[in-house]
């Protein structure tokens, strides 16, 4: 990850002055308008927005996103190729030496019990589904470790069925955006899913999650450098100053070892300009 390295192009040097913070949407109508306005927006700056994540398939995918509680994309990238390499099956792996999965996947932090997660899921997919990855939701969270999100991420992006992704980025937005004020992640994809069509989902969950780890940070959103900034009803809840906040930009276009260059071939997306790239 580079910080700062993008200049102002993202933001397309809309919020170059001060702006007044929106007011949140008063009606329905208006909620829903600035929200499919929202998505529009990121729709243009992120047309890149995929999966972070490295898979060749279905299971893949699975593991990785069992993988990447509580550390980063990046970080799971890195590990996985030879995680695959020496077990490419359900079948290889739940047959694997524990102690050998541990080893591998330890940079991902938490490595006993996501050994014993993806060990788990790899026999229960060689025992229950014939070694494969099954595409419904209800067979998905009954694998061990495998919960309503990270099904989703699996049905949208191996299996093509919309799903939205409700992780820590997208909760955060969304709520400053006001398009909910839940903070439990079934409510908050119940809200959002009833804002849009469900053709968007999966890929407006890409967007806000894009937004959120390059821009619209956790504790120091970037509003001033923000290209959703005369949308936003917590515009200024960051730094505003135009300069300070392109400081605070971070981008991963890819380039650092590990990381994505080009999404899963038919993605919705454009693959990820290179590094340091404008826009
Ligand atoms: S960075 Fe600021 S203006 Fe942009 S979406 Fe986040 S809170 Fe709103």
């Not at 060749?56 to 509680?69: D, G, H, I, K, Y």
């Not at 509003?223 to 515009?235: F, K, T």
């Amino acid at each position: 990850m580079s910080e700062g390295s993008g200049d102002a192009t993202p933001a397309k040097g809309k919020a170059a002055t001060p702006l007044k913070k929106p007011k949140p949407p008063q009606s329905r109508t208006a909620l829903v308008r600035q929200a499919r306005r929202i998505n529009r927006e990121l729709a243009e700056v992120y047309p890149y927005a995929h999966p972070e994540l490295d898979f060749e398939n279905p299971f893949q995918l699975l593991v990785a996103t069992v993988m990447s509680a509580q550390t980063t994309d990046l970080r799971v990238n890195q590990t996985t190729p030879a995680l695959f390499a020496k077990y490419p099956t359900p079948e290889d792996l739940a047959a694997a030496n524990p102690e050998e999965i541990e080893e591998l996947i330890r940079p991902t932090g938490f490595f006993r019990a996501k050994t014993k997660s993806i060990m788990g899921l790899s026999a229960a997919l060689r025992d229950d589904f014939g070694g494969e990855v099954p595409g419904r939701i209800e067979d998905l969270v009954k694998l061990p470790g495998v919960g309503r999100k990270t099904a989703f991420v699996v049905l949208g992006n191996a299996f093509g069925v919309p799903g939205i992704t409700v992780d820590t980025h997208f909760g955060r937005l969304v709520r400053r955006w006001k398009w909910t004020e839940e903070t439990d992640p079934d409510k908050v994809e119940a809200a959002v899913g009833a804002l849009f069509p469900k053709s968007e989902w999966t890929m407006l969950s890409h967007r806000v999650i894009f937004h959120g780890r390059r821009i619209c940070h956790s504790r120091k959103p970037a509003c001033g450098a923000c290209p959703i900034a005369p949308l936003c009803p917590s515009y200024g809840e960051g730094e505003t100053d135009p300069e300070k906040a392109k400081k605070l930009l971070k981008y991963e276009m890819g380039g650092a070892p590990g990381q994505r260059l080009k999404p899963p071939p038919g993605y919705p997306g454009r693959p990820a300009p290179p590094l340091g790239a404008a826009g």
